[in-house]
């Protein structure tokens, strides 16, 4: 029996034939009742999408959210921009989002269902589609983009809902810029930490600024794919 990212594959070889039998699942609850209900956020946390509207969010440049809205998620509309919070956050917190990815069959690699979470708007979680689709490690589905690959595949199949549980101290620096801690990222997908505690002391690709050490937004990115996001909340810890 093999397992992989929530499918349960199943060889059995008989003496004439060879059945194979392959379902995939979100996880299951108590009477076999599929776990797609979205994590409440925990007492102090701050609440960044209400699955209502894009109040608090906006695209580059400032101007309104153009991303689509609907039964309590948003949906990236392709080629109207980034969407980023209008508050900034630092230096460390605990952020909670939950991601869908559409199916394309047709795509390979990094053109299939891309998207992305950017931390302070300079260090970008990967959002990809990863389950069976090849690329290069540090650019699949919960990488740190170019900078720290996921120790292990934990992606569902697209059209489920996924996870992010991602704790994150940013990287202190003195009065020149100079980085003297490097930050720290964990991030767990779907339950299971697929980077640990990962140090880092630069801004990915795609970076609004490099401003390293500075409060800044979340940032969500419009790579030309309709990748939905809903439930986002963050939780500052002490210092």
Not at 10 to 37: E, F, H, K, R
Not at 176 to 197: F, Y
Request: proline share 7%; glycine share 10%; aromatic share 8%.
């Amino acid at each position: 029996m093999y397992v992989v990212a929530g499918c349960r594959a199943a060889i059995a070889v008989g003496s004439v034939a060879v059945a194979v039998m392959l379902t995939c699942s979100a996880p299951l609850l108590a009477g076999g009742i599929q776990d797609d209900n979205p994590k409440p956020p925990p007492e102090g946390a701050v609440v960044l999408f209400n699955g209502k509207d894009l109040s608090g969010w906006v695209s580059k440049g400032g101007e309104p959210a153009k991303w689509k809205v609907a039964d309590g998620y948003m949906e990236v509309i392709p080629g109207t921009s980034d969407i980023a919070t209008e508050k900034k956050f630092g230096p460390d917190f605990q952020l909670h989002v939950e991601f869908w990815l559409p199916l394309m069959a047709n795509a390979k690699g990094q053109a299939r269902a891309n998207s992305g979470v950017y931390i302070q708007g300079r260090y970008e979680i990967q959002v990809l589609d990863s389950y069976m689709n090849s690329t290069y490690p540090d650019g699949a589905c919960g990488a740190l983009y170019k900078i720290i690959a996921p120790s292990k595949n934990a992606s569902k199949p697209p059209e489920q809902w996924q996870t992010y549980d991602i704790t994150f101290r940013a990287p202190r620096v003195d009065e020149s810029g100079k980085v003297t801690q490097k930050g720290e990222v964990t991030v767990v997908q779907n339950g299971e930490t697929i980077i640990d505690h990962g140090t880092f002391d630069r801004v990915t690709f795609g970076a609004s600024d490099e401003k390293l050490g500075e409060p800044g937004p979340i940032r969500l990115q419009d790579h030309g794919c309709k990748v939905r996001y809903r439930n986002i909340w963050l939780k500052p810890l002490e210092k």
